[in-house]
């Protein structure tokens, strides 16, 4: 029932589709933050962050991770622009970058607190 009889049912939608289509180096762009996203430590850090700027050992304290792995973490985040660290004397304090990251993570979590999600991925797993 999947399969297509004909190459294109609607061309002119087609057409608007492929037009707001985003390049490819963007798509792989928000493919990599998605990424950054999907780590449960990386996004755990994260929600941390939603209440305001914090430093690394804060933010292993209040992830249970240690500085080391919170150090990490906060590396590769820092390069795709989802934190920011502001430096006093020795100390960084991190935050989230722009309103943008704090609106992903407000709808990724408040969509999984609306929906009973299913993981056919994990069936069998555990």
Do not use: K
């Amino acid at each position: 029932m999947d399969g297509c009889t004909v190459r294109v049912v609607d061309a002119d939608r087609v057409t608007a589709v492929a037009e707001r289509m985003p390049s490819a180096g963007d798509l792989t762009d928000t493919a990599d933050v998605f990424g950054l996203l999907s780590d449960p430590n990386r996004l755990r850090l994260l929600v941390a962050l939603l209440d305001g700027e914090l430093c690394v050992c804060d933010l292993a304290a209040v992830t249970g991770q240690s500085e080391s792995a919170v150090s990490h973490a906060l590396r590769l985040l820092r390069a795709h622009r989802i934190v920011a660290a502001r430096r006093s004397g020795r100390m960084a304090y991190y935050r989230l970058e722009d309103p943008h990251v704090r609106m992903l993570l407000d709808l990724a979590l408040a969509h999984t607190e609306h929906t009973e999600a299913v993981h056919p991925e994990r069936e069998g797993g555990s």
